[in-house]
């Protein structure tokens, strides 16, 4: 199993993550990730397996398998080679596509998008991968001008097959282009490619009852064949582990209960053999998630078949009409910053969301955002503190850093070198700090904001000292520390039923805060005294402090600025805006169970629509913040042993 330590050694800076379209090559990529202490190996496999992207999609592809048991192994991926149409006829053959789909559901055809298949799959080790892609471009550039246009096609149908077929002499010279690509790979990269000997064509339909043929072949016999249409040469890859697997696709998300079974997120995907099916109990499957790599149990009713090109990794398309068609995979998506929905109709199934999503250069982001003028807009963003060292070290964390006469010493680096006003008989127990990685998340988002050109106005936090340590560094990452205070607001607590004891923490004073260098507003009151605060509150109650606190401080906020930043808990980003929206509050378990699912440093962004006092959550002006855990190390335990 891959060792954690090799992974989590350091964390990405975000000027490392930028990409820029065109000018980065893989080649680079792999430098920045080997200069980062990742192994070569490694470092190769999560390029490939991201299809050369950028470093961040690496880094995080690396994060996430952090625990695959396969993290180390050097079985190739399989590649395979199609003609993808685009243009008019790529739009008519998608809407037969999704028509098909609905009227006589999933078949065979449905798993894979509409190509025309050259080659066979084909293997290729992780350090020939872009001698591969150049072979490809240098294969597409000699054929352009020879490529035949139109492509003749004709349809044709059984009693379970409908698709439409290469006239055999054009189809002839699509394979004379294959085999020069065999050749050119075999010589760049030393693979061997089996070009496709059958008939070509373009799979419409296959394996789907009989009594369906009359339906298809009718939507068949609407497509028209000769429209115009830029056949592209494109490249994917798939895990050679899973090619006789079945896709699954997770419809809801699930927590694992027993240590045997799978995680699982909506829209993730999940691989499946029929194989090892055997010893499962009735109602549930054993699969391998495709975004960790890890295997075991899931409730079958949780998740849906698939299609297995979605699971499929993009390298790189070519036309053989334009030279301004050509991508690479680290070229995919970055033509809008948005969301998935938007890309365009050349977009790739092989990119899944999740990461595409994540990936999209830092510059990118900026244009966006400036583009659409959002900071005039009044604007709301919400975040929970980061890491806090009971959480790290446990609840007796305080007996691990005091010595014999009762002074703060660190015994670990990742706590902090002091910790403000020890001695002084504050609540550490009750009001535990932030650690050191706790305040280098809290700094990278503060740079994130102040490189995504965000402005903040006002800060307000919770009165726990990890909320103000966390608004603190925030403000030194958007070098804003000691111009910007932070206002302290007991009402931004969290739910105090989720407090032990019978009385709320002793937290610090501003007063004292401020006499401790923190940027604090001690002249602040308080729109909700902690006087105010009662212990064991109803859930009902910490909403509604929760949301009418968030609305007074935007109504104090209206006149003098447009952005408000809260720091508080991982409760807040539902508690602070959910009513803000107009929405009701959810019951009190669904809330929890939201609630686990932010991660330090979890962040949103609300704003105003006009004038209307109607609020929308809006996508963040800055990246999410992605890391996994590094337990503790004792040299002597692990290096000692007999």
């Known amino acids: 199993m891959a060792a954690k330590e090799d992974l989590y050694s350091k964390i990405i800076p975000r000027r490392l993550r930028q990409n820029r379209s065109g000018s ?17 190996p490694r470092a190769l496999k999560a390029l490939v397996s991201t299809g050369g992207r950028s470093v961040q999609a690496a880094c995080d592809w690396l994060f996430s398998h952090v625990e695959d048991p396969f993290l180390d192994d050097p079985l190739p991926r399989e590649f395979v080679l199609y003609l993808r149409p685009s243009g008019p006829l790529q739009n008519q053959l998608s809407h037969f596509w999704q028509q098909s789909r609905v009227t006589c559901g999933k078949n065979k055809a449905h798993n ?21 892609c150049e072979a490809l471009q240098a294969s597409v550039q000699s054929w352009r001008g020879r490529f035949p246009s139109p492509l003749p096609l004709e349809l044709y149908t059984s009693s379970n097959f409908i698709g439409l077929f290469v006239e055999e002499q054009v189809a002839d010279v699509l394979k ?13 990269a030393e693979v061997h490619v089996e070009p496709h000997k059958k008939q070509l064509h373009v799979t419409l339909a296959y394996n789907f009852p009989t009594n369906h043929l009359p339906s298809l072949e009718k939507l068949a016999k609407g497509i028209e064949v000769k429209l115009g249409c830029d056949w592209l040469a494109v490249l994917f890859s798939r895990d050679i582990r899973f090619a006789n697997h079945e896709t699954l696709r997770a419809m809801y998300p699930y927590a694992p209960q027993n240590e045997d079974e799978l995680e699982l997120v909506p829209a993730a995907f999940v691989f499946m053999s029929p194989v090892d099916q055997s010893s499962t109990s009735e109602g549930w499957v054993y699969g391998t998630s495709l975004a960790s790599g890890l295997s075991g149990l899931l409730p079958e009713n949780y998740v849906s078949l698939g299609d297995e090109s979605d699971t499929w990794v993009f390298h790189g398309s070519h036309s053989f009409f334009s030279c301004g068609s050509d991508r690479t ?31 999209h250069p830092m510059q990118q982001v900026l244009r966006v955002s400036a583009g659409l003028s959002r900071q005039p807009k009044r604007t709301l963003f919400v975040c929970r503190h980061g890491e806090r060292m009971d959480v790290v070290f446990g609840k007796h964390w305080l007996s691990l850093c005091s010595d014999s006469k009762g002074r703060y010493v660190r015994s670990d680096l990742n706590m902090p070198p002091s910790v403000p006003l020890w001695g002084g008989q504050r609540d550490y127990d009750m009001d535990a700090p932030i650690t050191v990685f706790g305040s280098t998340q809290a700094r990278l988002v503060g740079e994130a904001l102040l490189e995504s050109n965000t402005t903040i106005d006002f800060v307000y936090c919770s009165p726990s000292l990890r909320c103000v340590q966390t608004a603190q560094n925030i403000l030194k990452g958007l070098q804003q520390d000691g111009k910007l205070k932070v206002r302290v607001e007991p009402g931004l607590f969290e739910w105090t039923k989720w407090v032990s004891g019978s009385s709320l923490p002793a937290w610090i004073s501003p007063a004292d805060l401020a006499a401790a260098h923190f940027s604090v507003d001690a002249t602040y009151r308080p729109l909700i005294p902690i006087n105010k605060l009662a212990v064991s509150e109803p859930y009902e109650s910490y909403m509604s402090r929760s949301s009418q606190v968030t609305k007074d401080i935007l109504s104090d906020c209206r006149h003098a600025g447009h952005s408000v930043l809260i720091v508080a808990h991982a409760s807040s980003l539902e508690a ?15 809330f929890i169970q939201g609630v686990r699912k932010v991660p330090y440093l979890g962040f949103c962004s609300c704003e105003e629509q006009g004038d209307t006092g109607v609020w929308q959550l809006v996508d963040p002006p800055i990246l999410p913040l992605t890391h996994g855990p590094n337990h503790s190390f004792d040299w002597r335990e692990t290096l000692l042993q007999e």
């Open 176 to 188: 004379l282009f294959a085999a020069d690509f065999a050749t050119e790979a075999a010589r760049k």
């Open 24 to 40: 980065v090559k893989s080649g680079s990529n792999l430098d920045v990730l080997l200069s980062m202490g990742f192994p070569r």
């Open 112 to 132: 894979i998008f509409p190509h025309i298949t050259l080659c066979q799959f084909f293997m290729c080790a992780d350090h020939q991968v872009e001698a591969l």
């Open 576 to 590: 602070c805006t959910r009513q803000l929206q107009g929405r009701g509050p959810q019951s009190a378990k669904d």
């Open 329 to 359: 995979s680290k070229e995919r998506g970055m033509c809008d910053g948005l969301l998935d929905s938007r890309r365009l109709d050349t977009s790739s199934p092989g990119d899944t969301p999740s990461l595409s999503l994540i990936c």
